[in-house]
Nanobody, 127 residues
Framework: VQLQASGGGSVQAGGSLNISCSAS????????IGWFRQVPGKEREFVAA????????YYADFLKDRFTISRDNVKNTAYLKMNNLKPEDTTLYYC?????????????????????WGQGTHVTVSS
């Protein structure tokens, strides 16, 4: 499956942004979708993940309920709605897909569980 993240941009602190992850070339519902972010020079950081059917979600503890992950398996797209954005949320956001998580036990918070990665979309939050 090929993934493409989009929808990044610039917002002021306290604002909201929705980013999307569009998939092609595979059966979308067979993949866990995860969102990660990475600041240059640092390790890729887990943000959120959603199971193939969409019934199970995972979030990073630091988010404190500011972000919501969802998916539309008809449109082959996953979403990350980001509210109350902070300057420290500024970075590149990646979406990733995992077929192994859908069929075997694993940790959706770990980048190594994901076989497919899209190019990132950049989010800038100004104070």
């Amino acid at each position: 499956v090929q993934l493409q993240a989009s929808g990044g941009g610039s917002v002021q602190a306290g604002g909201s942004l929705n980013i999307s992850c569009s998939a092609s070339g595979g059966t979308f519902r067979n993949y866990y979708i995860g969102w990660f972010r990475q600041v240059p020079g640092k390790e890729r950081e887990f943000v959120a993940a959603v199971s193939g059917p969409g019934g199970t979600t995972y979030y990073a503890d630091f988010l404190k309920d500011r972000f919501t992950i969802s998916r539309d398996n008809v449109k082959n797209t996953a979403y990350l709605k980001m509210n109350n954005l902070k300057p420290e949320d500024t970075t590149l956001y990646y979406c990733a897909g995992s077929s192994s998580l859908q069929t075997m036990y694993g940790n959706p918070r770990m980048p190594r569980e994901y076989e497919h990665w899209g190019q990132g979309t950049h989010v800038t939050v100004s104070s």
